[in-house]
Nanobody
């Protein structure tokens, strides 16, 4: 059974940093495209960052370019999202997403990130 387990969310002040982790199991991890999305209360789920299986291609939403960085460690079946200079508008539930070459999609449970003074 495919499972994505996220961690690393929490409460930080503006300008602070967090690193989110997503550990995958039940899949051939290096074949999967991995990405992060976020959803604020009352808002749609929006793309944040993503990468292909070997990490050579990375994309970011304009709102996080220069502040967030996605990476993966295929030996650990883990994808990360390093978030720096966090701002209140970054407050959301952050979700890990996996997509297979056959376009099967799996989601993590989400982890809360709150940026507030």
């Amino acid at each position: 059974q495919v499972q994505l387990v996220e961690s690393g969310g929490g409460l930080v002040q503006p300008g602070g940093s967090l690193r989110l982790s997503c550990v995958a199991s039940g899949l051939t991890f290096n074949y999967y495209r991995m990405s992060w999305y976020r959803q604020a209360p009352g808002k749609e789920r929006d793309f944040v960052a993503g990468m292909n299986g070997d990490g050579r291609i990375r994309k970011y939403d304009d709102s996080v370019k220069g502040r967030f960085s996605i990476s993966r460690d295929n030996a650990k079946n883990t994808v990360y999202l390093q978030m720096n200079n966090l701002q209140p508008e970054d407050t959301a539930v952050y979700f890990c997403k996996a997509r297979s070459p056959g376009d099967e999609v799996y989601w993590g449970q989400g982890t809360q990130v709150t940026v507030s003074s």
